[in-house]
């Protein structure tokens, strides 16, 4: 009895420290340039010497290492490796891109491809401008927040009706005002989703970035779900002078036949 329990506790521990440094891994991919080990601790909730502890372990199998910031960490790419291993064997990203680089090509501008995960969007796909000069800071594996991105509010508006109650309870800390534009109050976001839903499209006007628009359209899979979305970043000054409804020919156009690749007969 005594050596099953010591079986146990070892079995708890090792559980423990997984998950302890797989959440470490998930915060330092919030932070491609490297992350502090004093802020690592802070957002991770552990102490100093646990986090410290935990970096060397992961370091040792090769999945962190540090910057030339004198205690600061980031991800190596191993972890890239094994990101882009997934990614290969996700069929979505065989059945988008065709579409995705058509509407590169068409519109000039650059050209997001996300999934939904529980509570955010993550970037999967992304092709930079062929016309002008703004490249955006987004990059491929990135999390995207629902409340101030235009794939983020897609995801929302296509939920069940009662998502964006649960969303805004849960994510309260999270939620704040990085523009003038954003939007940070419950009944003003359930007026946003419900337009969003009403014309099919989302708008990031300048809600994330301050002179940086994004409109995003919804991907519907075989069940009449949404978990993919596609969307256009620009300048505003372009975005003005393009026109939103000329640029949403193009996006809806792309999103619909992705959409009907994915054997739905939903159309936006």
């Given amino acids: 009895m005594l050596e099953n329990t010591e079986k146990e506790e070892k079995k708890g521990g090792s559980n423990q420290s997984l998950s302890r440094g797989l959440s470490l891994i998930e915060i330092l991919s919030n932070f491609p340039n490297g992350c502090p080990l004093a802020k690592l601790a802070e957002i991770s909730g552990l102490n100093k010497s646990t986090t410290h502890r935990m970096l060397q372990s992961l ?15 980031r991800l190596t790419t191993k972890c890239l490796a094994i990101g882009q291993k997934t990614l290969a064997s996700m069929n979505i990203i065989n059945i988008a891109s065709p579409f995705l680089e058509t509407l590169n090509l068409d519109t000039g501008e ?7 995960e529980n509570g955010h969007a993550i970037m999967i796909y992304k092709l930079e401008p062929t016309t002008g000069m703004m490249r955006t ?16 509010k897609i995801f929302m508006a296509y939920d069940q ?3 964006l109650l649960h969303y805004w309870r849960d994510n309260q800390k999270k939620i ?10 419950l009944s003003a976001m359930e007026q946003e989703l419900a337009t969003i839903k009403q014309q099919g499209f989302a708008m990031d006007a300048e809600e994330n970035e301050l002179g940086v628009s994004c409109i995003a359209c919804p991907v519907f899979d075989i069940n009449g779900k949404v978990i993919y979305s596609v969307s256009i970043s620009l300048s505003t000054p372009r975005l003005n002078q393009s026109g939103k409804n000329e640029l949403l020919l193009h996006l809806k156009k792309a999103a619909n036949a992705i959409s009907h690749e994915l054997g739905s007969d939903r159309s936006i």
């Fill in 176 to 185: 704040e005002k990085l523009t003038c534009n954003t939007i940070t109050t």
């Fill in 161 to 163: 009706p009662d998502y």
């Fill in 110 to 116: 650059t050209i997001n491809f996300s999934i939904r």
């Fill in 137 to 152: 800071r987004s990059y491929i594996g990135q999390h995207l927040q629902l409340y101030c991105s235009a794939m983020g």
């Fill in 59 to 73: 370091q040792a199998c090769g999945y962190v290492k540090p910057t030339n910031t004198m205690g600061t960490y």
